[in-house]
Each structure stands twice: as structure tokens, then as C-alpha cells.
């Protein structure tokens, strides 16, 4: 029997996850799949259920889906609860559903090989207050940041978003809009900054003025398609370190796969297998 994985989601354009994952079941010797499910939300609740199957190993979580089956699941692990989001699912031999989230996993450790140091003690700046930047905030936190501003168009998630992970980690955490002066500040002693947006993928622009970083920082965009977008162009015409996420979507689906298989060590599998598609500049976010 084939077993299978599928990633649950709406659109779902983008092949990276499936192009790992199956390289990886293949050098593994696992008789695996990962498939892509593009789903409507009347269908998830049923899809969810199918997939407490012996057929199945587990589920990959995306956009706009990764609170919605939270509530799906029968345990959340204690990680994922704190986020408040689930981006994976594994299938226990009961049949269990336990949902659990590798985002965090996955960005700390993509941002600490871009910067060449732990976040212990770092001054972070993060551009966002959606999805993605609840897991980047509780990662740093959780890591041991000194401080963690939150900018965003509007002040409200922002505000939101500092005061669900207020009691993590020892370092401070605050919000403020995109265009408060106090955000200009705090981009001048970061160690960090993080675009946690679709802008540069889906829209256009920049979300933080590279221009007020210190020399030693470390620009870190998540998006990975397109490969450089313009703010990774600007940080690295100023010579400061920069990275896009495809580090991070590496370690988590690395992450995941050891949940679901048990088997650890695929992250270099998965780093050639993406490549391609990585490079590819035809590939669209």
C-alpha cells in the first residue's frame, strides 16, 4: 500500500513541498506520496477525517487553512497551541490526528544560519502580524531575543500579536505601525530584520527601509519565490547579510517528514530536489 501525505490549502501553485517530500520518501526506500489538495473550506472538515485512514501518514497545512483544522484535530501539540496555527498533521497508529506546527522550527533555524549566530540576546525587527509572523515572533522569543518590534499597516494586529506571546521567553515585545517613527528607531539597533509579508511576492515593494539597519544586521525575507525580491536586492547592495526562506521551508518539511516517518538527516535530500525550482525564476508565487 502507498501511503500518503496531502497538503491541504487554496491556491496551491507552488510544487516546492511535494518535489521534497517525494524525494525524500524515494531515498528513504518508503512507498510514499505527497499529494497536493487544493481544497474549497466546505471540503476540509471531510478531507481532514479521510485522512484518519491507515492509508495515510498525515497532512501538510497551508494558507487559508492552518487555524481552521487546529479545530479539526483530536491533540494539538503544545508548540502549535502557543502559535495558535497548525501547518502539519500526523496520523497516529490509532488513527489520531495530532496537529502540530514546524514554522518556528523551521525559521529560527533558517535565520541563525543567516545570521551566523543565535537569536540569544538579539534585537529583532519584524514587518507583519499575520500567519507567518506569529511563528517568527514566538520563535525569537522563545529563542531568547532581547527585543521584538512588531510593525504592521495597522496597529490593532499588531497590538494583538505582542500580547499573545507577551510571556515568552525573557525579552521584551512591542507594536507599533509601519510608519511610526519608534519603528525607524528600533530598525537602528536591530540585529535582525524580518519581512514576516507577502509584499515582494504578491505585492510589490518593501516593507522595511534598509537603509536605517546597522551594518552588522542580517535582513531576512520568507518569501522564496521570486529568490530575491527587492528588499534581499537593497540589503545586499548594502553589503549586510540577507537571506530569503528557503532555509526555513527546508528545516520545516525536514521537521515534519522526521514526524511522519520517524526518520531524520532528509534535509539535504530536500535542499538538491527543490533547487531547481528554487532557481527557477519562471516559478510563480
Not at 216 to 222: E, G, H, K, N, Q
Not at 248 to 262: D, P, V, Y
Request: aromatic content about 4%; charged content about 20%.
Amino acid at each position: 500500500m502507498t501511503r500518503r501525505v496531502g497538503l491541504i490549502g487554496k491556491p496551491l501553485r507552488r510544487r516546492h513541498s511535494q518535489v521534497m517530500h517525494d524525494a525524500a520518501f524515494d531515498a528513504a526506500g518508503i512507498d510514499a506520496r505527497y499529494v497536493l489538495l487544493e481544497l474549497d473550506p466546505d471540503e476540509v472538515e471531510a478531507s481532514v477525517a479521510a485522512a484518519r485512514g491507515e492509508e495515510w501518514l498525515g497532512l501538510g497545512v497551508t494558507a487559508p487553512y492552518k487555524r481552521m483544522i487546529a479545530g479539526l484535530c483530536d491533540e494539538i501539540a503544545p508548540e502549535a497551541a502557543a502559535i495558535g496555527a497548525v501547518n502539519n498533521v500526523a496520523r497516529t497508529t490509532e488513527g489520531r490526528l495530532v496537529g502540530f506546527n514546524t514554522d518556528a522550527l523551521g525559521f529560527r533555524a533558517g535565520v541563525e544560519f543567516a545570521m551566523e549566530r543565535t537569536l540569544t540576546d538579539a534585537s529583532v525587527v519584524v514587518a507583519g502580524a499575520g500567519g507567518a509572523a506569529h511563528a517568527v515572533v514566538f520563535a525569537c522569543l522563545d529563542a531568547g531575543a532581547s527585543r521584538v518590534t512588531i510593525g504592521n499597516r495597522t496597529l490593532e494586529s499588531a497590538a494583538a500579536l505582542a500580547a499573545r506571546f507577551a510571556d515568552v521567553g525573557p525579552g521584551a515585545v512591542s507594536a507599533v505601525t509601519l510608519d511610526d517613527p519608534v519603528f525607524g528607531a528600533a530598525l537602528r539597533t536591530a540585529d535582525l530584520a524580518v519581512n514576516a509579508t507577502t509584499v515582494g511576492m504578491v505585492d510589490q515593494g518593501m516593507t522595511i527601509d534598509v537603509a536605517g539597519l546597522p551594518a552588522s544586521a542580517t535582513v531576512f525575507d520568507l518569501v522564496y519565490v521570486p529568490p530575491e525580491t527587492a528588499l534581499l536586492r537593497a540589503a545586499r547592495e548594502r553589503g549586510l547579510r540577507a537571506a530569503n526562506g528557503s532555509e526555513m521551508l527546508i528545516a520545516q518539511a525536514a521537521a515534519a517528514f522526521e514526524r511522519w516517518t520517524g526518520l531524520a538527516g532528509m534535509a539535504d535530500v530536500m535542499r538538491a530536489a527543490v533547487a531547481p525550482l528554487l532557481a527557477d525564476p519562471n516559478v510563480r508565487a
